[in-house]
């Protein structure tokens, strides 16, 4: 088992069960609340360890009782925390609806978050140098995901980055990434290339082939993903279940993928398996509350 250093973010999350997502101007009543961790770092790195993955992580909480509550569950996942910041700014926080469609709108109060700055990533240089995979999503400034990807790579570590939630993508970075893994939407932002079908997916993958990535995961929802190296193209099809709540299921997806990656499964093998565990998932309400444990998805 190769260790996983996961950069990223870490929230928060409360959570509106309603039975529909409000309009500009409405209120809806009866709903239901959840308080929950969360941040898509957070999430990503609590996947990952729960399906038996060595992970450190780099993120930046707040000096307040969210992040203490935070850090509690990332040791008690057995995570490494030796690498968390600890900030005078509040620990970030995540508002997210969720219908009886299990359909979410989600906004981020990034807090904390946007205080884990490259020069935590350079002093963190010990516990990144000799690991297997780096994980990173876009929940943290830019120029830390940057700075992250670069190092990693200068040290021949497997760089994976989840373009989530989208913005611009300095194109000098593509150069350094091993995997990205994109949604329908972030791949089309990220070539332009609107992805409908699988064909689409690959299509979109020859795009980012040459901004120069090495192998790419275009996740689509409910269908499946296409898991393309310049060689191949793999589609695999989801596992039919009746969702509930799809809030953090893409993270889900991405730590059990970068776990299994870890222990030498091949990339459409790792796939295999995210697509089981966020299945389990989306039957949950919550994010970091939603991710299986190994012995459930080695059960299915």
């Known amino acids: 088992m190769k260790r996983i250093v996961v950069v990223g973010s870490s929230n928060v999350d409360l959570t509106a069960r309603v039975r529909s997502l409000p309009h500009p101007g409405e209120t809806v009543g009866g709903a239901t609340l959840l308080k929950a961790n ?71 109060a990034p807090g904390s978050n946007n205080d884990l700055l490259p020069a935590d990533i350079d002093a963190a240089r010990s516990f990144i140098e000799g690991a297997g995979y780096l994980l990173v999503q876009l929940e943290i400034p830019m120029p830390t995901v940057v700075r992250s990807v670069e190092l990693a790579d200068s040290m021949g570590i497997r760089t994976i980055l989840n373009p989530a939630p989208m913005n611009p993508v300095p194109n000098e970075l593509f150069s350094h990434i091993w995997l990205i893994t994109p949604n329908q939407t972030e791949a089309e932002q990220l070539t332009g290339i609107r992805v409908v079908s699988e064909d689409d997916a690959r299509k979109a993958a020859d795009a980012l082939f040459a901004k120069g990535v090495q192998n790419v995961i275009v996740t689509m929802g409910s269908k499946g993903s296409m898991v393309c190296t310049p060689e191949t193209a793999v589609f695999v099809p989801s596992r039919k279940v009746q969702a509930v709540d799809t809030t953090g299921a893409g993270d889900v997806y991405n730590g059990t993928l970068v776990a299994a990656l870890a222990e030498g499964r091949t990339l459409t093998e790792a796939a295999r398996l995210a697509t089981l565990a966020s299945s389990v998932a989306v039957t949950r309400m919550g994010a970091q509350t939603s991710a299986p444990y190994r012995n459930e998805i080695d059960n299915i």
């Open 38 to 108: 969360g941040g898509k770092g957070a999430n990503q790195a609590v996947a990952a360890a729960r399906m038996g993955g060595e992970v450190v992580f780099l993120t930046c909480l707040g000096n307040d009782a969210s992040g203490e509550m935070l850090s509690a569950q990332f040791a008690a996942d057995g995570i490494d925390t030796s690498c968390i910041k600890l900030s005078a700014t509040p620990t970030g926080t995540a508002l997210i609806f969720v219908d009886d469609n299990a359909e979410n709108c989600i906004a981020v």
